[in-house]
């Protein structure tokens, strides 16, 4: 399975697109997030993704960073299956907060004759804790991660875990433990924290994302949301600080970058 990081800013990036990704297997995509804008259109051509194998999508939660760029995958797909350019179906799978908001989105921004297609052929669904479905031919579970701000999933797919954009809550550790691969934030550096405010914003630093994954016995720990002041010197910075305690592989994408997973 390969995994494409298609933005790794936090919410007021400006260098990188905001943090987002997508997984892909044998000519299906499943989308994680898209950003805040329709960049995320131009993110999936720089890739290689062509969006009309994205048959799943999962969106973590409301911050306008994660959900406006939906609407324009909802609108590009939507208005593609009215010109019968798009084969099958899509399953778009968020909690009922998230649901109610892009349902109401779409009915008032975009056009009837796209609208049409919701619970149709693109379906809104709904997710509650622990529930699980099947995405590319692996199951998948979504779970709550006790988010202190606006309410947030993560979601567990094989090996991978990924636990959203906010500090990790004990309650997720049968999720995360022992992952592959744990997907963690880092807004900053831990050394930095006094000019970017990690702890008052509700985020994490490289250190805390370290100590976490040497705790958690992960594998390999996959660091993004972060600031974007440092982008030369990221990939080597944010590896240093997680591993001062993690013995691990880290890694620590830039936008665009893929993994074999």
Known sequence: MKLTILGTGNAFATKVYN???????????????????????????????????????????KHVDHILGIIWIIRIICQNMGKD????????????????????????????KQVKFLDDRFH????????????????????DIYSTKAKQFGFKMGDLCCLGDE???????????????????????????DIYQPYEKHHSTALDAGKL???????????????????DERKEMYTLEAKENFKGNVLVPEDLETFEI
């Open 19 to 61: 943090t987002c990704f997508c997984l892909e297997d044998e000519g299906n995509a499943f989308l994680v997030d898209a950003g805040g804008g329709n960049t995320i259109l131009s993110q999936l051509e720089k890739a290689g993704i062509d969006f009309h194998n994205i048959h799943d999508i999962f969106v973590t939660h």
């Open 85 to 112: 350019k798009f084969k099958g179906e899509v399953n778009l799978y968020a909690h009922g907060e998230v649901i109610e908001i892009l349902r109401d989105m779409a009915e008032k921004l975009l056009q009837p």
């Open 124 to 143: 809104l669904i709904e997710v509650k804790d622990g529930d699980r479905k099947e995405i590319l031919g692996r199951e998948v579970t979504f779970f």
């Open 167 to 193: 500090p990790y809550n004990a309650k997720c550790e049968k999720y995360a433990r022992g992952a592959k691969y744990l997907m963690h934030e880092a807004f900053c550096l831990y050394s930095m924290k």
């Open 213 to 231: 994954a040497s705790e958690l016995e992960v594998e390999n720990l996959i660091l993004y949301h972060t600031e974007d002041d440092h982008l």
